[in-house]
């Protein structure tokens, strides 16, 4: 073949057409979407079902049947049941009956008030306490005969109230050893506290304290369990006697070893004391109950 029989030869050129995919869209995802949702709400339906009881479906029926007869006249209403399912209304944390529009708003200020109140409550309990602290702390430095004791009587602020604590000493017990006899100027500490609190309404916890000597013959014999309770008793029917009324004492307890105020030395004196402690209104609340408090109110 010649070079030029070679020049005029074609060219073929092949070109494959590719077949583009049909359109589907996602629809079906749609679709899909809608299935899921039904079926989950189908179960939960079955769900709620099957933990109400009749009586609470009877219920739900009878209002759906007259809802404006609970809107219009109150009440409970139908919706009021220990279901799982609540009472209904605009108030989603009511948990039986109908809530009526703006009950969720006047539950709120209610809380809102009730909790400025009780922060006003403490405000007031606090200043109290601190006058009276005060007061004892200026009757001891002002008394010649108690003012020697004064080392002894500790005063604090604890989240219940005003703590006055009668600390032994060595050289001055406030009991007999052993017993719960009053000594005769423990007796006298004791009318100045009362003194001090004739015009205090709170309400007073006295606990007795000793140290971790043992005391006693055995498990079953006298303990010092008993001889702190006996002490604290005593502490009690010495108020009583200079004057205290009886119904504002709130408990009397004995402690024991098992709070030392000297932890380093569980036999030090200081850890035989008696605790009085002039209760706030929380504190009387939490130890006594609302209701209690209340009605000695």
């Known amino acids: 073949m010649t070079n030029e029989s070679k020049k005029l030869q074609p060219i073929i050129i092949k070109r494959v057409k590719k077949a583009a995919h049909v359109a589907h869209g996602g629809a079906w995802k749609i679709a899909y979407a809608d299935f899921v949702t039904a079926m ?26 007259s809802p404006l007869k609970v809107a219009m006249q109150g009440g409970s ?7 799982i399912i609540s009472g209904g209304g605009n108030d989603l944390t009511q948990t039986a009956g109908q809530a009526k529009r703006g009950d969720g708003a006047d539950a709120k200020a209610q809380k809102m008030s009730g909790d400025q ?36 009587i500790k005063l604090a602020i604890t989240p219940d109230g005003l703590q006055i604590q009668i600390v032994d000493d060595q050289k001055r017990p406030m009991f007999d050893s052993g017993s719960a006899s009053v000594k005769p100027y423990m007796r006298e500490i004791l009318q100045l506290i009362n003194s001090a609190l004739a015009d205090v309404d709170n309400k007073l916890s006295m606990e007795g304290h000793t140290d971790q000597t043992p005391y006693g013959s ?13 002490r604290a008793n005593a502490t009690r029917r010495e108020l009583v006697a200079a004057g205290l009324p009886d119904e504002k004492i709130a408990r009397v307890m004995g402690l024991a070893s098992s709070v030392l105020l000297d932890s380093n030395d569980p036999r030090s004196p200081s850890n035989r004391r008696i605790s009085i402690t002039v209760l706030t209104r929380e504190a009387e609340e939490r130890l006594l109950g609302a209701r209690s408090v209340g009605a000695a109110q």
């Not at 189908?42 to 049947?65: A, N, R, V």
């Not at 055995?218 to 006996?230: I, K, M, P």
Request: no cysteine; proline share 1%.
């Open 77 to 83: 209403g139908s919706g009021a049941s220990q279901s």
């Open 117 to 152: 109140a009780k922060a006003a409550r403490a405000k007031k309990d606090a200043q109290k306490l601190a006058e009276i602290s005060a007061k004892i702390s200026g009757v001891i430095s002002g008394t010649p005969k108690l003012a020697e004791f004064s080392d002894q």
């Open 218 to 230: 055995g498990a079953r014999g006298y303990s010092n369990w008993e001889l702190s309770a006996d």
């Open 40 to 65: 989950m709400a189908f179960f939960l339906l079955m769900w709620l079902l099957g933990s109400t009881s009749e009586g609470d479906k009877k219920g739900l029926s009878d209002y759906f049947q």
